[in-house]
């Protein structure tokens, strides 16, 4: 472990980066190979150049292609939310699903599904990013008290999460029609996304993740304590505000496309720290390129383990991140 | 006896809420018509609503809840933990997975077969929690976090079995929400065996449940076998609530709040507290079930869905005083 920090910090970063980049590449190409309809590499390269009406055009095209883009996506926003989230809280045990924004913003998604069926599309994802911020706020309220520790805030999200969750509960039942739709959606997963979903997701995970980049000095002060970060003319408050936002419009909007999906925004930039440190201006790229990895992988993974049957990817992340978080939960001194 | 008005509020309202558990429903009945069914088991579609499908569903309902709060309130005391509920610490899920993994593994496996398979799920559950949140000692708020990231774990479990299963893992999926639809005679006689064991059991036990509530040392000064005392009101506790699960599915909540007002109410006694826990969990389901079958009629609301939206304020309130 000690020789390997002494290794040039900035060849480290570089090589994180290339060999995720690279990565990412291969998961997106293997992606259009795997699953249940086995095509070779001249197929897949033909469905892709050349318009046809042909099966394997369809399945390259339509079905295999968007949905990998869109994991990339979902993968790399959960993340990078996740290490916004950290670094705001100043907790190691925080992420979208524990803290109450995936709740809020699903809490909110059903409620409009159920009650008004006909509303235009295009509004989902502002109605996540409305419900990511009232459950976000409403753990917040807690934790604003004085004496909050990590631990306890943590306990809080899940307590709101429950609540919010037996509320959508209580919704669905409304409209069991419109329930069983809702309920294939909530269980976290890509299958059956295609190209409207990329589109609707596309804006909003890159300006969120442009911006966090952009907000990585000001989270670097911030990590510093309030006195450091203050000596550098850096306002605390604005910075917590501007992050939370991005958090909520990644977080939002990747539970928009691809339903409440947990664990990536806490594995993720814990994995990243430990690659490349704590620096945000490293950490935020890193988090997003090893998210998207994971969530591409998971479902290839979650699609192929038990063909035909599909997993929601969803499922694979909480078997890898609740051992996962137990393991932090173990490392984390205090109360 | 300073708890004898509680006690009899308590009665009251439980033969209240029976009552109009009977009465409302899909079809609504007059009480002249409840009285009739009750009193007069015939043929008569009073007699038949009564008591082929009204009561069994309450009588479960009140087995159910009973469980849940007494197995709340050991757990509470054994831990020193006001935080500890059969959900937070991942029993209820944990008997779920066990109870999935026997339906879609052994599909011709016998109704009694469930309720074990759901104790040892609950008794992995509750073993796995305590290994991984101790450490030289024991914390509430991690006792409570260790519970929620392996219920998280078991939830995974249980929906990846159901991916492509039967039908008859689908009607799984709506008992594993915490739901008392279509609970039959079958059910009740299923239960009762096991809750009247582990009930009567628990309050037998209650004089040393005090004792442990006094602390390690003076309930060692005691004489007592405390290491055995715990054990065992562990098992009790884990018995209650698999059974719970494997009767009515993850109603959650109800091992939490219910100990809490009782305590507030009628002491910390425990040869008060169990017994009156009881009365009143069952009354929470009772309750909760009645709610969700005629409010928003004719669609059913899970009784689990009330004692969450019930349960998670109160528990947000007991984490605040925890932390402070």
């Known amino acids: ?335 | 006896m300073k708890q004898r008005p509680f006690l009899i509020g308590l009665l009251l309202s439980l033969v209240v809420a029976i009552l109009l558990a009977i009465q409302f429903g899909g079809v609504a009945m007059s009480l002249h018509d409840v009285i009739n069914g009750l009193f007069m088991a015939d043929d008569s579609l009073a007699g038949k609503l009564v008591w082929e499908y009204r009561m069994p569903r309450i009588l479960v309902g009140l087995l159910v809840g009973a469980n849940l709060a007494v197995s709340g309130a050991i757990l509470q005391g054994i831990a020193r933990n006001p935080l500890v509920d059969t959900n937070i610490i991942g029993m209820n899920d944990g008997a779920g997975f066990a109870a999935v993994l026997v339906i879609t593994m052994v599909p011709s496996a016998s109704a009694f077969l469930l309720p074990l398979s759901a104790f040892s799920g609950a008794l992995l559950a509750v073993t796995l929690v305590y290994v991984l949140a101790w450490k030289r000692g024991m914390s509430p708020v991690r006792l409570a976090l260790a519970g929620i990231a392996l219920a998280a774990l078991f939830d995974a479990g249980i929906t990846a079995m159901m991916i492509g299963a039967t039908d008859q893992v689908g009607a799984a999926l709506l008992w594993l929400k915490g739901s008392l639809w279509g609970r039959g005679w079958e059910h009740f006689f299923s239960l009762l065996p096991w809750s009247l064991l582990s009930l009567s059991l628990a309050w037998l036990l209650a004089p040393r449940m005090n004792a442990i509530c006094l602390g390690d040392q003076l309930s060692r000064g005691l004489g007592m076998r405390l290491e055995l005392a715990r054990g065992t009101l562990l098992f009790v506790a884990v018995v209650m609530a698999g059974s719970a699960v494997a009767a009515a599915g993850t109603i959650g909540f109800v091992g939490l709040v219910v100990p809490h007002l009782v305590r507030l109410w009628v002491g910390a006694d425990y040869r008060i507290l169990i017994p009156i826990s009881a009365l009143a969990g069952g009354l929470l389901v009772l309750v909760a079930d009645t709610a969700g079958r005629t409010l928003f009629a004719p669609t059913e609301v899970p009784a689990g869905v009330f004692t969450a939206l019930l349960g998670a304020p109160y528990f947000l309130y007991l984490l605040r005083k925890a932390l402070r």
């Not at chain 1, 976000?136 to 309220?141: I, K």
């Not at chain 1, 911006?211 to 203050?230: F, H, K, P, T, Y």
């Not at chain 1, 947990?262 to 201006?281: A, E, K, Q, T």
């Open chain 1, 1 to 335: 472990m000690h020789g390997k920090r002494q290794t040039n910090p900035i060849i480290r970063v570089v090589l994180t980066l290339l060999i995720g980049l690279f990565l990412l590449l291969l998961a997106v190409i293997y992606s259009t190979f795997a699953g249940t309809m086995q095509l070779d590499v001249s197929t897949v390269w033909q469905a892709l150049w050349q318009p046809s009406d042909t099966v394997e055009r369809a399945v390259v095209w339509d079905l295999r292609l968007p949905r990998a883009l869109l994991g990339a996506l979902v993968g790399a926003s959960l993340a990078v939310s996740g290490a916004l989230m950290q670094g705001i809280t100043h907790n190691p045990l925080v992420e979208p699903k524990l803290i109450g924004v995936t709740a809020g913003a699903s809490l909110f998604i059903v409620g409009l599904t159920v009650l008004y069926p006909d509303f235009p599309i295009g509004w989902t994802p502002f109605v996540a990013f409305a419900g990511a911020a009232t459950g976000g706020l409403l753990v917040y309220s807690m934790a604003s008290q004085r004496g909050v520790t990590p631990l306890g805030l943590t306990l809080a999200g899940v307590a709101v999460s429950l609540f919010l969750s037996a509320l959508m509960m209580g919704i669905l039942v409304i409209d069991l029609e419109t329930a069983g739709l809702v309920i294939f959606w909530l269980a976290g997963g890509l299958a059956g996304r295609g190209w409207s979903h990329v589109s609707m997701m596309l804006p909003w995970a890159i300006s969120g993740l442009v911006i966090a980049w952009g907000l990585s000095s000001r989270m670097n002060a911030l990590q510093l304590g309030d006195e450091v970060a203050q000596g550098l003319g850096i306002s605390l408050d604005a910075t917590r505000l501007y992050a939370a936002l991005v958090t909520v419009v990644l977080a939002g909007s990747a539970v928009a496309v691809a339903g409440p999906i947990g664990f990536v925004g806490l594995i993720i930039p814990h994995v990243s720290r430990s690659l490349v440190g704590s620096d945000y201006r490293v950490l935020v790229p890193v988090s997003a390129i090893l998210g998207a990895c994971l969530l591409v992988y998971g479902d290839i993974a979650a699609r192929t383990i038990r063909e035909p049957l599909e997993w929601p990817v969803g499922v694979l992340t909480a078997f890898i991140g609740a051992p996962f978080f137990l393991y932090l939960l173990r490392k984390e001194r205090g109360r």
